[in-house]
């Protein structure tokens, strides 16, 4: 359906609404036909008559009465469901009132994401890139270099530290179905951010030696927050990337993305200089003099001081550090959580249009007829089936890393800084030049071009380039190519994200392709279920030809398997313009709908 600047008018009426019933429908009386408004006019009446019952109560309404009397109770069943053919025809007025798409040529003034009513949502994205970055970037050191856990237990850390990215659909329908006070986003981006900051602090008073798996719960519980904050801001993205005329349409996706990225740049940055001291680079170095050494074999092995001195070998710096000093965690987590408190009054200054609380049933039965439409359901599939395989990695990759290579923490910083680089690189060649680009094309080049630089890993496992300089020159590169295929994807959201449901919306189609990460990891755990060697770093070490082999063989595999990502590329929309002319058609289909729910 397009959209003219009067029906525009409309929707932004909605967004202050008056509540349900005959309220909700009046606005969309004004600009409809006279045979709309006299049909319109007797469902009213109809409704006025009698209450609104369910479907449930409809079907658990028996034959006959306590009298036997089967003809009065037909004429109640018959008025029942006269009703409840009303409550849809409420949801379908709902769905026609807020899912309407601003198409090109909308008389709309567009948002300054910079003015201070929306300086907020540049802000929060920032402060995403800050703590997600954070809280990831911080287990390689910590985890792997500091306490040499297994590939299996840094992956698992990874995944819980972000696994409400799983779940970000659940946020999405907080916030379009429970508006706070009549703010759909805004109050929950601020609820969200104090929920964040209130972890870090929280981790902070835990001191320096905290347990790994209690860093870990933590910052899983620090991710719920954010991640709330996150889906309520994209909410407002949403709807101000629709104030974009259509050439124009991404200059604030990508904006938010490179405020975003900018954040864990500087935070990776703190990260290299915070923990490439002694501390966390030399495992069980200890700077009180007085302290014993430990004995424990898992931790000796790992310092290269024992050998030379086996007695006192833990109070000497060993070669893997490079500064004399670092951070604590407490110390690094008081960075972070001071940034998030101190933004916290930006997010009060959003300005957001009042929205009176509809029918939540209302509300998701008007989003479920936008679901059902053809161009919701291709893309949500195409994201699932393209992310479970394409997200498939080598899981033995950080280990043999640490174990061939001697990536120290300054180095693998160093190429995350790197990969932020390139990034933001990506983003504004794309926000310059690409906005227009197929998103087909740009999916397909990125896939074949990551597959290239990864596969050049084989150099380092028969031991042609063992250069730790060399594989992050490959990644940072593969990270590029990535972009890609990550902005093709993304840009497809604000096209069927239809006025109204765009928390929700966004948050599904994101949803579809984090969910999917669970079992990507179990797919690349499963792998490596053949290649027990490649596990551990003492496998690794032992650097055999059958280790080569093996993790050669393991590389082929999952390059494989992120090809396959390609066969699912039919279903992407080429451009904006096909993705609004298949939500102008408004093609549904019920079961795909119904699966895709389940799924």
């Not at 972000?162 to 970000?168: A, G």
């Not at 110390?331 to 009060?348: C, D, E, G, L, T």
């Not at 059902?372 to 043999?400: D, E, G, H, P, R």
């Not at 120290?408 to 690409?434: C, D, H, K, P, T």
């Amino acid at each position: 359906m397009s959209m003219s600047a009067r029906s525009f008018s409309v929707v932004r009426g909605s967004l202050v609404g008056q509540g349900d019933g005959g309220a909700l429908v009046e606005p969309l009386m004004k600009s409809a036909s006279p045979e709309d408004a006299n049909n319109q006019a007797t469902d009213d009446h109809i409704e006025s008559g009698s209450s609104v019952e369910t479907a449930s109560s409809i079907a658990g309404d028996g034959n006959t009465d306590d009298n036997g009397d089967s003809g009065d109770s037909g004429d109640r069943k018959s008025k029942r469901l006269s009703t409840w053919r009303v409550s849809l025809v409420e949801q379908d007025a709902l769905a026609e009132k807020l899912g309407t798409t601003i198409a090109e040529g909308d008389d709309v003034e567009e948002k300054n994401p910079w003015s201070r009513q929306f300086i907020g949502i540049p802000i929060n994205y920032f402060s995403v890139g800050l703590v997600y970055g954070g809280s990831v970037n911080l287990l390689y050191p910590v985890l792997i270099i500091q306490n040499g856990v297994t590939s299996s237990f840094f992956s698992a850390a990874v995944s819980l530290v972000t696994v409400f990215w799983s779940y970000k659909i659940f946020f999405g329908i907080l916030c379009d179905c429970l508006p706070i006070y009549g703010r759909r986003w805004k109050w929950y981006i601020v609820l969200g951010w104090i929920l964040c900051a209130a972890c870090l602090v929280g981790l902070a008073s835990m001191g320096a030696d905290v347990a790994p798996i209690n860093l870990v719960i933590v910052l899983t519980l620090a991710n719920l927050g954010y991640v709330m904050a996150d889906v309520a801001a994209d909410g407002f993205m949403v709807w101000m990337a629709h104030h974009e005329v259509i050439e124009r349409r991404g200059k604030i996706q990508t904006l938010i993305y490179i405020m975003r990225e900018i954040g864990r740049l500087l935070i990776s940055i703190v990260i290299i200089f915070g923990f490439s001291g002694p501390e966390t680079a030399c495992p069980g170095y200890e700077a009180d003099a007085i302290v014993p050494c430990t004995t424990d074999e898992s931790v000796t092995s790992r310092n290269d001081q024992f050998e030379s001195n086996p007695d006192d070998w833990c109070h000497a710096v060993c070669d893997a550090a490079d500064f004399p000093f670092g951070l604590t965690i407490p110390q690094f987590v008081w960075i972070i959580a001071s940034v998030n408190i101190v933004s916290i009054p930006a997010y009060f200054l959003l300005y957001e249009e009042k929205r009176a609380a509809e029918k939540i049933t209302a509300v998701l039965g008007a989003f479920w007829k936008v679901m059902k439409t053809k161009a919701v359901w291709m893309l949500v599939l195409y994201t699932m089936i393209s992310s479970i395989t394409f997200n498939v990695f080598i899981a033995a990759k950080n280990n043999a890393n640490f174990v061939w290579l001697g990536l120290s923490n300054a180095q693998n910083q160093m190429q995350a800084i790197l990969e932020n680089f390139v990034f933001l690189a990506g983003l504004g060649l794309i926000r310059r030049y690409g906005l227009n680009w197929s998103w087909r094309k740009m999916v397909w080049a990125g896939s074949l071009l990551v597959t290239f630089f990864n596969l050049l890993y084989l150099l380092i496992v028969f031991h042609v380039l063992r250069n730790p300089w060399f594989y992050i020159f490959t990644d940072v590169t593969d990270n590029f190519m990535f972009t890609l295929n990550f902005l093709a994807s993304t840009f497809a959201i604000v096209e069927v994200s239809e006025p109204g449901f765009e928390a929700i919306t966004y948050a599904l189609i994101t949803t579809a392709n984090n969910a999917t990460i669970p079992l990507s990891i179990v797919i690349s755990y499963q792998f490596m279920a053949f290649f027990p060697e490649l596990n551990t770093q003492e496998g690794l070490a032992t650097d055999t030809p059958e280790v080569r082999r093996d993790m050669a063989l393991l590389i082929i595999i999952v390059e494989a398997v992120n090809l396959s990502s390609l066969f699912a590329l039919p279903m992407l929309v080429r451009q904006k313009k096909e993705a609004q002319a298949m939500m102008k058609e408004g093609k549904v289909h019920n079961h795909l709908g119904v699966h895709l729910f389940g799924l």
